[in-house]
């Protein structure tokens, strides 16, 4: 399976979904069932590999602003979630983290925990044991870090969607230009 592949099954999921990320998780660990022995170990090669490219500091940086806060675990969640709304909200979201201001997640939570559960379960389906994977995750997010004081103002694109545990001070709830 290639990069086309895995974008296939990603898409056609999350369409079949209706965005619902219960359901794609379901039809998610359906279609990887489905798969070859081959092709789902290039799965989860792909998966590991699209998440390790989107570890950085700009995306972290606006799953903090929308979520209104954004531990590590959280930020594994969200680049789930990000893959899991398939190949050309992802591309766009590394190119400029704004453009998540137009995607719609489901019960407005960015963070969503599952849905790389289903790529870990569907290996461990097919061989019945916590399958070993081969992925270089870097040590380190890429790109520049921010302050948690002022890294809303990197991303005015972006508001508060209601995931964290606490909301944002009001200057954070909406964008900056709806204040004017």
């Known amino acids: ?16 979904a209706h965005g619902v990320m219960d359901e ?3 039809l998610l660990k359906q279609a990887l069932s489905a798969l070859s022995d081959d092709d789902l170990k290039n799965f989860a090669a792909h998966f590991d590999r699209f998440d ?3 570890y950085t500091w700009p995306l972290w940086g606006a799953a903090y602003v929308l ?21 050309n909200v992802y591309e766009a979201a590394l190119e400029d983290p704004n453009t998540l201001g137009r995607v719609r997640f489901d019960r407005n939570d960015p963070c969503y925990e599952g849905f790389q559960y289903a790529v870990t379960d569907a290996l461990e389906a097919r061989w019945g044991e916590r399958t070993a994977r081969e992925a270089d995750f870097p040590r380190e997010p890429s ?6 004081d002022t890294v809303e103002s990197l991303y005015p694109g972006l508001t508060y969607l209601g995931g964290g545990d606490e909301p944002p001070s009001p200057s954070k709830a909406k964008p900056w230009w709806k204040f004017w």
């Not at 979520?67 to 190949?87: K, P, Q, V």
């Not at 790109?143 to 948690?148: M, P, Y």
């Open 1 to 16: 399976m290639d990069a086309t592949g895995f974008w296939d099954i990603i898409e056609g999921v999350h369409q079949d």
């Open 24 to 26: 794609k998780c379901a």
């Open 52 to 54: 390790a490219q989107a």
């Open 67 to 87: 979520n209104g806060g954004c531990s590590d675990d959280a930020f594994t969640d969200f680049r789930a979630t990000l893959i899991s709304m398939g190949r």
């Open 143 to 148: 790109g520049e870090a921010w302050d948690e």
